[in-house]
Every structure is written in structure tokens, then in C-alpha cells.
């Protein structure tokens, strides 16, 4: 069986579906959006850059989910580690590039973990639902940051909802010119690569593997389970804050209102196709960034309106949640 | 301010207050049965876009809100036929069709919105829909008449509906084995009752109702569709059942505070010499959705087999 | 068969290699078509070509539409080849969707909200040949220029007849951004220049498509006592019509950027056209001619006529009222009237 | 004798990798108390099950009162008067006893209106039956002999002529099981038929008429009970002679291990589940606590695990102040806990049999270098415990949830005995698992003994804890109620004390 290419299959036939009903001919529809995901070196470097975030937050998810908690708030995750790059680029200008990229960065990861973690809190110490307090939360990250742009932060000279340029020194190097495709792309990678070993290679991603199957079993093995809970959404918090930071300091160069447009809620896709292993999350990754990418370029040259892609990649998930993918991540309790 | 000011201001609050909280009853009612049996739909959002664009497109062609309504609510049962089949007879998990179905109501409706009304943008914005009716003599009464008494059927029908949806959930058989199935599915099996059939009459009960709290948005509260136009509703309505205990009055009356909460937020704005950011007051539902967890301090009596599926062995 | 699904990441790696197949299928399948597909575009390079970055849905009412009503209008008039995408609202996409635009050898790209000006910026140097236009903005640098609508002086028109008919005003935004607040202050000045305590209230929905917020929101400001509600929501927007709709005669609006009539047949004072795609087409026209140039940024207002109008119903306003807007706009022309002072 | 109210012909059922019933056949008369006996794995719940609808069969047919019936739920069982109450039982917790006691009686449209109504009829039945129950409590709120009784009464609200009773004595104190048993009898005398499922040979000699013994999924045969006698129902239940005396009970005792003093510990509602109890383990001594379960047993080992906080008193062990510590540091001292429930505590099902080697030691040297796993080293400990304790496996990257329940237990006690405990804790440790795996586990239990290891043994096996036991501890209501040492002519004794007599007022009594 091939359930994640059968699933990309169905998707994409009941994408042509929808194109034929709308008067579009699937196939050169499909024709220019592979050409603009992949049809040339610009466009491989455009679907890398979409990729970039989706891989990072996939990542983390991956990590979240395996240790059975449901992180829906990696889009307010980003929003928080935006605000802090942003904040963290602004206000300390004077540094050199290979002390203030690494602080932007970390600032950013650090506030994604707070946020990340706060819904890890309420979950330990409340109980609270991390279900509905995630999304609660990205409602609030969301929300700040447009009080954010269009109040303390918002730039000096203009008087549009965006805050000043970060420094020169916080922009990450570009690596493939005269593309846009810049390091954050490679630390994507790293942190893929990174995330897998932790949670399959180490002892500490053993306990949070056990944390998320059962409970029991990990407090058994004298785990801390709550703080298990806690290190998972942290984390999951940071990478999507680590992303937030990488799309401000590779991309965008400054906060705007809406500085995602959604890989929060693509990444829960990305991690879930890729079965919550960072090493498919990549491919899944790359998949969904492509997607992304494709379809603005399939708009451009086609006139297919691009909202498309949120219907192929919404079936891609319900064809692999109907072929089974997804039921190999069970707990103890499932088992009779 | 004017004690006569702040009455008239707090009429006109509580006369939105139930305008507003009327998408959040209707769907966060069906989620509550929904997740009684046992099956989270964290895609709500979805579901309602697809019932206000059904509604919309249906009412546009024939005129007629009413058969709006009623295909909205087509609409709606046929997501929750999807929905029960993937997650229910194929055991898929229930987070990942939710994120799915969020994403397909997204697209879907926008595409096919472009597709079917980009040449009759003018007009597709002029068609019926339910109007308010005015309750004679009951709508002049001081204070509460326009709040009570001069509103649009759909407004008017949360009550009957909540009622008679609390009454389906605790003094019917089928209400009982839906309790029954969230909490201990395997009982409801040995008792000779189909845990599959009640979970699937459950999620489209759910749908159903979700699609109706979309359809309001397009037929009843105002008369257009737009890409979006819950804007994040459904998932105010998947706190609502959580802060409402899972009970259908608790889902009524939370989401009329957070109608309360919506209206005042908007009324505030525009009385002047209030100078708090509009995004603090737009913050408040969400802002108090965390407080209720604090302040509970108890674990939520979610139902205990809510998000699990079941296998029979 | 139920044990074989327990999770185990061993198992993960096959699906690992599905998902390489489905790349290199992919590749395969689309590599026909796609060099095709690209070959059909090269020799077309006389052709005049505009693009549009739009931030939001083209028919998404209000703002967003009037720009893709500017690209219809230049292909109708200027023969040119159009096209658009609709960028998701991350600022982080935008240089990308300039880049293609300018490297398939567009001569115009119009990017629609300020918020396009910083991408527009890092890709202007790259491609000279190509003029880079930004809605709402103010820069001029290069082959970057900034085109604005001066919605201030409009909306000062609505203030007066506002002021001078009815109660108090109500008026409602999408998100507080410079294009709206700056509307929002020209119906200000308006007002206080027919009545400075005619009352005025503001309020922001926090979204461009929540038109039963906008809904709630205009029939609370009924409340509260205003006669005229004005929106400047986009889609949301029609929410205010219905609103006005329902509470029947007396209670007055405008329709914004375009015809709103139907909307709210009995309370539409008038409407605020804003055929931005004649001021488009005027530029596009001297593009293709190969002869636009501009020491500055470009600002439509009312002293462009054929581009920006207020257009009162027939018999709602009176001579009066009528007078007043004509001398406004004289004013405003001659610089005697400045729409945007700030307010104290 | 009397006419047949129930006939299964060759009845087959598969499920995937286990065939749990080889064409059974098989004859209930009406009015007879019937036993099914068989070991655990035996087939005997899931061929009730068939005839209860819950299951349906491969092939094969059921007759009922001579008709040829198909029984696709439970639904239509209950329509022909088959009732059955279940090993674990079937009740919602949340809802009332009456609620639970009409759920899937009626058809969903149904208003049920007068609750009130059926409450009455409940409680008149169980006047009627001697079954006492409030019908508006809910259900939660019941001992497990009251929710037993709910089982009971639900069937005979529906108004059975055939109860199945799945092993109903393995919750009940030996008191409270010959009331049951009685019940059942009398019962039987009004034209009740009665399955009686069990493996408890006692029981089959009290209350049945017939017995039909199962084996591996096969009828071996069919008896009346006059005939028979345990030793040869033993024998056709396990295929050969069994000497069910186990191994010597002799243990050098040393210094106190582990030493309770007034403890007391809450349950996971909140409520005092342990009194304040108060004993001592030595090495090279078994204490066995006997007890119905439920009373405090499993809270006891939790909080001695370090798995539970303790409310009040203070645990020592090995000198060391023991209470609300870690698991982990725990089992750095030489603590070692065989959980009551492997599945949800003992082993992580998806994860392999190598993986689950190394639950305590996932993180130390030599397993872990840096935070990393070490593959090899891990996968070469578990090939040694596998084949120490012979477990049966295609290898050990197999997933532990595809072993027998007796394998997974050989694992677990192999992981938790390779560190040579100074104390060891097991709690149920055959429970569900086959008899072969019993033995085992019973012989290493009793070799940590004499290696001189101290032993605290939770069981509600009578039978293991006088094999295994030095001494007893008789647990009721959270309580000690008396101590014995582990001999099974004080039976009576012992039964009286788990019902709540305490040592004193027994004594009294007699």
C-alpha cells in the first residue's frame, strides 16, 4: 500500500474535478503549477522558501504529537517568535551579524516556547483542554500583534501598521542568488534532521514517545509526565517561533498584521502526513510548500483562482486519513 | 455618563448580544451532541462556510430562504455523512478530518463562489432572507423589547431549539444512549445498541446544526455571502461547548455571554472618550476562555471516550 | 492486521519513499506539459502586459475589487494582456510574485496596498524596464511609484452632508490601517467645518469580511442616535446597507468605491465612485507609449474628475447641501481646503 | 431430563491471528445451572459472546428453545431473553442505575418520560430478589458488588430466561460469592437458566448441574457434576496432571526491607482509599495481601511504587525514607513494581520488545551514552532476557503488543527481576495469562524469595497466595483487618476477614 501518493492522487483528481466544473483544463492547470513550483531555479527556490516554515513547524508538531499532545497553536507560536525577532532585531542594531542573528533567532524560538508552553501549563497544572487553548492562543497572538503594529511597535516615520526594518546585521545570508532562498532554509533542515534524533535516537525522546502512548506506562518508568507535556510544547513552540523569526529575518525584514498566512495550521498537515517523523516532514513539507507555490503561479498564468490549494491539500488529508495513514499512531488505550 | 444613556446603551447591547450569539448557539448545540457521543469536530468552521455558502447560492436562485435553510442543513448532513464515515467507520482520527474539513470549507466555498458568481456580483447581492418580526406592542416595551421582541425567526427559534434539544439529550432513549456513548461506548454495545448508527446520527446532528449556525450568517443576520464570512466562528463555538460542561442550556447561555461579549466590544468603539484598543475588546472571549480553565480548577468533565475511537472487539 | 498499524517508526520509512515516488511522478508526469506550457509564452514580447498582486479575493468588494476593475478596464481599453494573483496577506510572498511578473517581461505591475512597497523595492533595481506601481503609498523612488486615492477628500464631501442633514455619524472600518483612518479624517474635517460638535463615532471590526459585526455595529450606532453610517470595509461593509435596509427610511449611507444602491435602495444618499481604473488607465496609456515619467508620487483626488466623484441621488440632498459639496471641492482643488489636517 | 433451551452446532470463531473457538457443540438445558470451565484463553467468553450477539460466529448455528436463530447485536439476544453480565461490567458511569438498568431498551425515539415509573419497577424487582440498590444513585458512586447487582438486575428487568454470568466471583469476597451462588440456585429453581463462566473448580462443585470443560478453543467434554470431582476437571481442563502445589515455601528471613508505618493514601477521586496501615517485609519472606479487589490494594502498590502521593505515615525502605519519592529513585535503591495491569502500565504495547526492556533504564549507561540510545546494546539485552526467561518471540525489533498476554508478562517480570531486587513488588501477576506462563512467573516469584529478596505479593487468586505466601495480610475497606499465616485451611477465616470481620470481633464470634 501507498497511502500518502494515493492520497496526493486524489487530491489532485478532485482538484481536476472542480477545475473541469469551473471551465479550467485540469491538466495545463497542473502543468503550470508544477512549472511554478519546480519549473525553474527561481521557482524551486520560491517552494523552498514556503517550505522553510512548514518543515519547522512540521518538525515540532511531530514532536508535540508523538508525546500525545495536540499542539493547534503553532500559528500563534510563530506570530509570538515574530514579535520577539522583530523586537530583538530592532532594538539591538549595534551588534555584528554573528552575534545578532543567532540572539534574533533565539529570541524568537524562546518567546514561541513561552507561548507554546503556556498551553502546556494550563494543560499540567489545569487540566485545560490543550485542544482549545491553543487555538484560544493564536486568536491572542494574533490579535496582539495587530495591537502591536498598529500601536508601541508601529514604525517611526510612516504611519503604516508595520514596525521599523530590523537591522542590516539580523538578515539571514542569502544562499542561492540571485534567488530570494536564503539560510533559514538549510537551518530547516537541521532542525528536521535534529528533532528525528531526538525523538528516536535519544533517551529523552524515548520518555516523551512513552509520555505520549501512555501515561501510565511513563509515570511507571519514572517519568515526569507533566513535564514531558511541558518540554513537548515547548518545543513544538519554539521550532514554530524559531519559524516565525526566519520568515522575519529572511523574508519580510519587519512585523506586519499578518505575517503568516496560515503554515501554523499547514505545518499540523505537514507533521500528520509525514506520520510525526521529522525526516518525512521534509518531504511532506517540500509537498505542501509546492503546493503553495504552484498555485499562485497557476493563478498568475492560468487565472485559477489559488484557493484551490486549501481544497487539494484539505483532500490530501481526508484521503489519508480515509487510507489509514494516520491509525498508526495509537495509544495504549485504543488497544483492547 | 447619563443613567438614561447607559440604559439605552445596554438595550442596544442586549439586542445584539442575541443577533450575535445566534451562529454560536445553533452550531455549538450540535457540537455538544456531537461530542457527547464521543466525536470531536474540531472542522466547524468549515461546515458553517459550507452552510452559508449553501444557503446563500440556494436562496439566490430561488428566492426563497426558507429552502436556503433547508439545503444549508443538506449541506451540513452531508459533511457530517463524510466526517461519521472517516472517522467513524474508518476510525481516522478525528483532529486530522477536522484541520482537513477547515481547509476544503475554506477552498471549496470560495471557489465555487468565484466560479458561479463572478459575473453576477451586482446581483448577487440583492435576495430575500429572513427579515426581523416584530412582536406587536412587546417590541415598544422599554428596555428589553428590541432585544426580545424584534428579531428574525432564526433568532427567535435558539430557545425552542435548545430546548428541544436538551430534551432529545436527556429525556429520550436516544438521548440516553447518545450520553451513554461518549462515556462507556463499549456498554452501549453490549447493550445491543449500534455504537457506529448513534455516533453517525450524532455527527450529523452536529454538522447539521453547524451548517444552520453558517446559514444564519448568510440568509438571516445579514443577506450576502463573502469568502470567509464566519470569520473564525466555529471555533468560538468549540470553547462554547467546553465552557458550557457539554449541555446544551450551558452552550445556550455561553454563547450569549460571549454574544455579549462581541456586542459590547463593537458598541464601545463607538462611544467616544473610551480609548481602549479595539483588539483588547476583540481579545476578551478568547482571554476569557483561559480564565474559566483557571478559575475551574477541575479537570473538564469532558465526556471520557471524546476523541477515541471505537473498536468493538 | 490491527497490531501491524500499532506505530512503529521503522514503518515510516516506507512512507518515506512513497512520498520520494510521488515527487519523481510528479516530476515525470508534469515535464510534458510543463515545457510546453512554457514555451507557448516566450515570443509574445511586444505585447503589452499588466500584472496585479492582489492582497485579497479580486471580487472581494470595496478595495480589493476596484483594482482588478483598473485591470479589466486596461485590457478592455489598452488591448494589453492582463493578470493577477491573489497573495495571501504575508508580506514575505510579495517579492516573489513581482519577480515573476517583471522576469516574464511585464511592463506594469501594480502591487495593491502599501504593504507591497518593500518587496517591490528589492526587485525594482533587478528589472528597470518595468514599472512597479504601489496602491496607497507614497514612495517614489526609481521605478517605484506610489499612486494614491486621496479618500480623505471623498469622505470630506460625505461629512458635509452629513453634518449639514443629519444627527450624528457613525462610521465603521475594516482594520485600522492609514487608508481608512485618513478616510476617516477627512469626513472628520468635513464635519467640523459644517459643525464642530456634530457628533461622531468610530468603530474598527477587526476583519474585511464580517459583515454581520458590521451589521451589529451600524444598528448599534442607530442606537446611540446617528443618521448616517458610512463604511469602509470592503466586503464586510454590506452589512451596514442591510442594516440601514431594516431600519427603514431616514437613515442614510453612502455607497463606497462603487455603486451601493441596490443595496439600500431608500437610505443610499449617494456614492463615492472611485473608477481607479481610469487613473490606471491614464498611466498605462503613457507606460505603453513608452512616455511616463513623474517627479513624485501620484494622488487621485477630486481634482481628477474622471476618476474620483461623489455622485448624489436624485432629490435627497438639497441645493443646498449640493452648493456646499461644489465650493468643498474648489477648495480642495485650489489647496485652500486641506482634507487631512490633522485632528486636534 | 428437561428440554433444551439452548443447542450450539460446531461453532467457529476466528479473529486475526487466534482461532478462539474450533467448532464447538454444545447442549443448555432449561432450568440447569451450566459451567463453562476452561484456563483463560480457553474460548469461553468470546463462545458466549456469540450466543449473546456480541460476536458472531464463522460458521457453526444456534438453536434457541429448537429454533435456528441469528443474532447479529446484542439487541436481539435481549429480545429472546438472553441476558449476560460481564467480567468487566457493562455500566456508564455517569448515568443513574435506572438509566443504566433501560439503556437500549426502548427505540431511540422513546421520551422517556417517567423515569419515575421504572425507578419503582427496580425497586420492586430487587425487593423481589433480595437485591438492594437505590435506582437514582449513580452509577459511579457503587461498590463493585452493588454494580454487580446492577448487572443482575438489568438482566432480569429485561426478563431473562438465559443469564450468562462471565466469572462474576472474581470480584466478590468468598461470602459474598456463595450468596451469589445461592441467588443463582434459587433462581434456577424458578426455570432461570444459568451459564456460569469460571476457571474456579470450587465454584463448578457448589452451584453447577453440568459442566463442560473447554480447551484451546475445543469442547473436551461434557459432565454432570455429581460425576465429577476437581481433580479430574483439573485435568481435563489443562490436559494433564496438575500438581497445583508449588514450590517449597522455605526462605531464610533477614533484616526488615521494607517497613509501613500508618499509612494512609487517597484514590484518584480523593477519597481515603488506605486507612493507615501499618507492616513490614523481610528479605527472603513472601507477604501475600489478601483482599477483594477494590479495597484498597491497588493504591497501597501505587504509593509504594512512588506512583501515588501518600496522605499520611511514612514508608522506610531499606532504611531510607520512602514516601513520595520517585519511581526512579526508587528503583535506584532495589525496588522493582510488576504493575496489576500490564497493558496500561507494565509495557508501552506499540513500542518493541527491546524498547520495553529498557523502560527504567532508557536513560542510563549502558543503554544511553549522551543522551543517545545505544541500538546495539539494547538489542542485545533484550535477546538475553528473552531467552533467560524463554520468552517466545520471531525477535525482539517484534512489537510487544503481538505477544501472548503470558510473553508480555515473561517480559516484564524478566525486566523488572534481572536487577536482583532487594524488594519486589507483583501485583496480579497471572492474571489473564495462560498456565504454562503462570508457573513460571510463580517459580521466579518464589526464586527472588530464596535468592533473598523481600516479596510483597497483591493478589486476588486465593489459591496464589497460599502456594506462594509466607504470610497474609487481609485487606478490607483500606484497612488490615488481620494477619495469618498462608495456609489454606484457614480459608473460612480468611473470607470472613476480606468481608470485613475484623480478627477481634471473629474471634469473638466463635
Known amino acids: 500500500m501507498a497511502p500518502p501518493s494515493a492520497a496526493v492522487a486524489v487530491a489532485l483528481l478532485v482538484g481536476g474535478i472542480l477545475l473541469l466544473f469551473a471551465g479550467y483544463s485540469p491538466l495545463k492547470a497542473y502543468a503550470v503549477m508544477w512549472t511554478g513550483a519546480f519549473g525553474s531555479l527561481n521557482n524551486l ?243 505542501f510548500g509546492a503546493l503553495r507555490s504552484g498555485s499562485e503561479v497557476m493563478q498568475m498564468n492560468a487565472q485559477v483562482p489559488s484557493v484551490l490549494v486549501s481544497v487539494i491539500q484539505g483532500v490530501v488529508l481526508l484521503s489519508a486519513a480515509a487510507l489509514g495513514v494516520f491509525r498508526i499512531t495509537q495509544t495504549n488505550n485504543q488497544e483492547e | 455618563m447619563d443613567p438614561l444613556v447607559i440604559v439605552s446603551f445596554l438595550a442596544a447591547v442586549l439586542a445584539a448580544t442575541w443577533r450575535l450569539a445566534t451562529p454560536f ?88 463562489y468565484r466560479s458561479i458568481f463572478s459575473g453576477r456580483m451586482e446581483t448577487a447581492r440583492e435576495y430575500a432572507s429572513f427579515s426581523p418580526l416584530e412582536i406587536p406592542l412587546l417590541s415598544r416595551l422599554p428596555f428589553f423589547g428590541e432585544a426580545l421582541f424584534q428579531q428574525n425567526l432564526m433568532v427567535y427559534a435558539t430557545p425552542f431549539v435548545v430546548l428541544a434539544g436538551a430534551f432529545v439529550l436527556y429525556r429520550t ?101 473610551i480609548t481602549i484598543p479595539y483588539q483588547f475588546l476583540q481579545a476578551l472571549p478568547y482571554l476569557l476562555t483561559l480564565v474559566v480553565f483557571v478559575t475551574l480548577r477541575k479537570r473538564a468533565d469532558a465526556p471520557s471516550a471524546l476523541g477515541v475511537p471505537y473498536k468493538s472487539s | ?143 517605484v511609484v506610489g499612486v494614491d486615492s486621496d479618500s480623505s477628500q471623498p469622505f470630506y464631501l460625505m461629512g458635509i452632508a452629513a453634518a449639514k442633514m443629519g444627527r450624528g455619524a457613525g462610521l465603521i472600518g475594516g482594520v485600522e490601517i492609514p487608508p481608512i483612518t485618513n478616510a476617516f479624517i477627512g469626513f472628520t474635517n468635513g464635519v467640523r467645518s459644517v459643525n464642530p460638535d456634530f457628533p461622531i463615532s468610530t468603530t ?34 454590506s452589512g451596514v446597507y442591510q442594516a440601514l435596509n431594516e431600519t427603514g427610511p431616514g437613515y442614510w449611507s453612502f455607497g463606497i468605491y462603487n455603486d451601493y444602491t441596490s443595496q439600500a435602495p431608500n437610505n443610499m444618499m449617494g456614492n463615492y465612485f472611485n473608477d481607479y481604473g481610469q487613473g490606471l488607465v491614464n498611466i498605462a496609456r503613457q507606460v505603453r507609449a513608452g512616455n511616463f515619467e513623474t517627479q513624485s508620487n501620484l494622488v487621485f483626488g477630486v481634482k481628477d474628475r474622471d476618476v474620483i466623484w461623489v455622485e448624489f441621488e436624485e432629490g435627497r440632498a438639497s441645493a443646498e447641501v449640493l452648493e456646499s459639496v461644489e465650493k468643498a471641492i474648489e477648495g480642495i482643488i485650489a489647496g485652500s481646503i486641506n482634507t487631512l489636517a490633522p485632528i486636534r | 431430563m428437561s428440554e433444551t433451551i439452548l443447542k450450539l452446532d460446531k461453532i467457529v470463531k476466528t479473529f486475526p491471528g487466534t482461532v478462539a473457538n474450533r467448532g464447538i457443540s454444545l447442549e443448555i ?61 457493562m455500566l456508564v458511569p455517569n448515568l443513574t442505575v435506572a438509566e443504566n438498568i433501560i439503556l437500549g431498551q426502548y427505540p431511540p425515539w422513546k421520551v422517556l418520560r417517567r423515569m419515575d415509573q421504572v425507578e419503582r419497577r427496580i425497586e420492586k424487582l430487587s425487593q423481589k430478589f433480595g437485591l438492594k440498590i437505590d435506582p437514582k444513585a449513580p452509577v459511579h458512586r457503587l461498590s463493585v458488588g452493588e454494580q454487580q447487582r446492577v448487572e443482575i438486575l438489568k438482566a432480569l428487568y429485561h426478563g431473562v430466561d438465559l443469564l450468562i454470568l462471565d466469572e462474576p466471583t472474581a470480584v466478590l469476597t468468598p461470602q459474598e460469592s456463595s450468596g451469589l451462588l445461592r441467588f443463582l440456585k434459587e433462581m434456577a429453581g424458578h426455570g432461570l437458566t444459568v451459564i456460569f463462566i469460571t476457571h474456579k473448580l470450587d465454584e463448578v ?115 531510607e525514607v520512602a514516601h513520595n519519592i520517585s519511581p526512579r529513585k526508587l528503583s535506584r535503591l532495589g525496588f522493582a513494581h510488576v504493575p496489576e495491569d500490564r497493558h496500561k502500565m507494565g509495557i508501552v504495547l506499540p513500542f518493541t520488545v527491546a524498547e520495553n526492556c529498557i523502560l527504567h533504564d532508557f536513560d542510563n549507561h549502558p543503554y544511553a551514552r549522551n543522551g543517545f540510545l545505544q541500538s546495539k546494546t539494547i538489542t542485545a539485552h533484550a535477546n538475553d532476557l528473552a531467552q533467560r526467561y524463554d520468552v517466545r518471540l520471531s525477535g525482539v525489533e517484534q512489537r510487544i503488543g503481538e505477544l501472548s498476554g503470558g510473553n508480555q508478562q515473561k517480559i516484564v517480570m524478566a525486566r523488572e527481576l534481572h536487577r536482583r531486587p532487594r524488594l519486589l513488588l507483583v501485583n496480579e501477576p497471572t492474571r489473564g495469562i495462560d498456565i504454562g506462563a503462570t508457573e513460571f512467573v510463580r517459580r521466579q516469584i518464589a526464586a527472588q524469595r530464596d535468592a533473598g529478596a523481600a516479596v510483597l505479593l497483591i493478589s486476588s487468586d486465593l489459591e496464589e497466595l497460599f502456594a506462594l505466601s509466607d504470610r497474609l495480610l487481609i485487606f478490607f475497606e483500606g484497612r488490615i483487618v488481620g494477619e495469618t499465616p498462608a495456609r489454606k485451611e484457614l480459608i473460612e477465616e480468611i473470607g470472613l476477614m476480606m468481608a470485613g470481620k475484623s480478627m477481634e470481633s471473629f474471634s469473638a464470634e466463635k
Open chain 1, 45 to 287: 527556490a520560491e517552494t523552498l522558501l514556503k517550505s522553510t516554515p512548514l518543515i519547522l513547524i512540521g518538525s515540532g508538531l511531530a514532536v508535540a504529537f508523538r508525546s500525545g499532545i495536540w499542539n493547534i497553536g503553532a500559528e500563534g507560536q510563530l506570530y509570538a517568535g515574530a514579535v520577539a525577532a522583530t523586537l530583538a532585531g530592532i532594538v539591538f542594531t549595534g551588534l555584528p551579524a554573528f552575534l545578532l542573528v543567532p540572539l534574533v533567532l533565539m529570541a524568537g524560538m524562546l518567546s514561541g516556547a513561552i507561548w507554546g508552553g503556556l498551553a502546556g501549563f494550563l494543560k499540567v497544572r489545569f487540566g485545560a483542554s490543550e485542544i482549545v487553548t491553543t487555538i484560544m492562543l493564536n486568536f491572542l497572538a494574533i490579535i496582539a500583534t495587530s495591537y502591536l503594529v498598529t500601536g508601541p511597535m508601529i514604525e517611526a516615520v510612516g504611519k503604516f501598521p508595520q514596525t521599523a526594518q530590523i537591522a542590516d546585521a539580523a538578515r539571514l545570508p542569502r544562499i542561492l542568488l540571485p534567488t530570494r532562498l536564503h539560510v533559514g532554509f538549510l537551518l530547516s533542515l537541521g532542525v528536521a534532521v535534529a528533532t528525528y534524533l531526538l525523538l528516536f535516537k535519544s533517551s529523552r525522546g524515548y520518555a516523551l514517545r512513552t509520555v505520549g502512548i501512555s501515561p501510565d506506562a511513563a509515570r511507571y518508568a519514572g517519568i515526569n509526565v507533566g513535564a514531558g507535556l511541558l518540554a513537548a510544547m515547548a518545543i513544538s513552540g519554539g521550532v514554530a517561533g524559531l519559524a516565525g523569526a526566519v520568515e522575519v529575518t529572511g523574508l519580510t525584514f519587519r512585523l506586519y498584521q499578518e505575517i503568516s498566512p496560515g503554515y501554523g495550521f499547514d505545518g499540523i498537515a505537514v507533521a500528520l502526513l509525514a506520520n510525526n517523523n521529522p525526516i518525512g516532514v521534509i518531504f511532506t513539507g517540500i509537498l
Open chain 2, 25 to 112: 448557539i445553533y452550531t455549538s448545540l450540535g457540537e455538544v451532541f456531537s461530542e457527547r457521543a464521543g466525536v470531536l469536530n474540531i472542522g466547524l468552521e468549515g461546515v458553517m462556510l459550507i452552510g452559508a455558502f449553501t444557503a446563500f447560492s440556494i436562496t439566490f436562485f430561488t428566492g426563497s430562504p426558507v429552502w436556503g435553510l433547508a439545503a444549508a442543513m443538506a449541506g451540513g448532513l452531508t459533511c457530517g455523512l463524510l466526517f461519521a464515515f472517516l472517522t467513524v467507520s474508518l476510525k481516522a482520527n478525528q483532529i486530522v478530518v477536522g484541520a482537513a474539513f477547515n481547509l476544503v470549507g475554506l477552498g471549496l466555498t470560495s471557489f465555487l
Open chain 2, 173 to 273: 432513549a436516544f438521548g440516553l444512549s447518545v450520553r451513554s456513548t461518549g462515556e462507556h461506548p463499549r456498554t452501549v454495545d453490549a447493550a445491543g445498541l449500534p455504537v457506529g448508527l448513534i455516533r453517525y446520527a450524532s455527527v450529523l446532528i452536529g454538522c447539521a446544526l453547524a451548517a444552520v449556525g453558517g446559514a444564519y450568517l448568510t440568509v438571516a443576520h445579514t443577506n450576502q455571502f463573502n469568502e470567509g464570512i464566519t470569520s473564525g466562528r466555529g471555533f468560538i463555538a468549540l470553547a462554547v461547548v467546553v465552557i458550557g460542561r457539554w449541555s446544551p442550556w450551558g452552550a445556550f447561555f455561553i454563547s450569549l455571554l460571549f454574544g455579549f461579549f462581541y456586542a459590547l466590544q463593537l458598541r464601545l468603539q463607538a462611544v467616544s472618550g
Open chain 3, 1 to 143: 492486521m490491527h497490531k501491524r498499524r500499532l506505530h512503529n517508526f521503522f514503518t515510516v520509512k516506507n512512507n518515506l519513499w512513497h512520498l520520494v515516488l510521488i515527487s519523481l511522478g510528479l516530476f515525470l508526469s508534469a515535464l510534458a506539459g510543463g515545457c510546453s506550457g512554457g514555451a507557448e509564452k516566450r515570443d509574445d514580447s511586444d505585447v503589452f502586459k499588466v500584472g496585479l498582486l492582489s492582497p485579497g479575493p479580486v471580487n472581494g468588494q470595496g478595495w480589493t475589487q476596484i483594482a482588478y476593475e483598473a485591470l479589466l478596464k486596461i485590457e478592455k481599453e489598452l488591448g494589453a494582456q492582463i493578470s493577477y494573483v491573489e497573495v495571501e496577506q504575508s508580506p514575505a510572498l510579495f517579492e516573489r510574485a513581482f519577480r515573476d511578473y517583471a522576469s516574464q517581461g511585464y511592463q506594469m505591475v501594480l502591487g495593491h496596498g502599501f504593504e507591497f512597497q518593500d518587496a517591490a523595492l528589492a526587485v525594482a533595481k533587478d528589472y528597470p524596464d518595468t514599472w512597479f506601481f504601489i496602491s496607497s503609498s507614497k514612495i517614489h523612488e526609481g521605478n
Open chain 3, 204 to 237: 474598527y471590526l477587526g476583519s474585511w469580511t464580517d459583515a454581520a459585526a458590521a451589521k451589529e455595529a451600524a444598528l448599534s450606532m442607530i442606537a446611540e442616535g446617528a443618521d448616517f453610517i458610512i463604511p469602509d470595509a470592503d466586503a464586510a461593509g
Open chain 4, 29 to 89: 438445558r432449561k432450568g440447569e445451572i451450566h459451567c463453562l470451565l476452561g484456563e483463560n484463553g480457553a474460548g469461553k467468553t468470546v463462545l458466549m459472546s456469540i450466543v449473546y450477539g456480541l460476536h458472531q460466529a464463522d460458521s457453526g448455528h444456534i438453536f434457541y428453545q429448537g429454533e435456528p436463530i441469528d443474532l447479529r447485536s446484542p439487541k436481539d439476544a435481549i429480545k429472546r431473553g438472553i441476558g449476560m453480565v460481564h467480567q468487566h461490567f
Open chain 4, 205 to 319: 462443585m457448589q452451584v453447577s448441574d453440568r459442566v463442560t470443560v473447554l480447551r484451546d478453543g475445543r469442547k473436551v467434554e461434557t459432565v454432570d457434576t455429581s460425576e465429577a470431582n476437581p481433580r479430574i476437571l483439573a485435568k481435563l481442563m489443562v490436559g494433564r496432571e496438575v500438581f497445583l502445589e508449588q514450590p517449597s515455601k522455605k526462605g531464610t528471613q533477614g533484616e526488615e526491607v521494607l517497613s509501613v508505618r500508618d499509612l494512609s493514601v487517597d484514590d484518584e477521586r480523593r477519597l481515603p482509599a488506605v486507612k493507615g496501615v501499618t507492616f513490614s517485609v523481610r528479605s527472603g519472606e513472601i507477604v501475600g495481601i489478601a483482599g477483594v479487589s477494590g479495597n484498597g490494594q491497588s493504591e497501597l502498590a501505587l504509593a509504594l511504587a512512588g506512583l501515588s502521593p501518600t496522605a499520611e505515615g511514612e514508608i522506610e525502605f531499606c532504611g
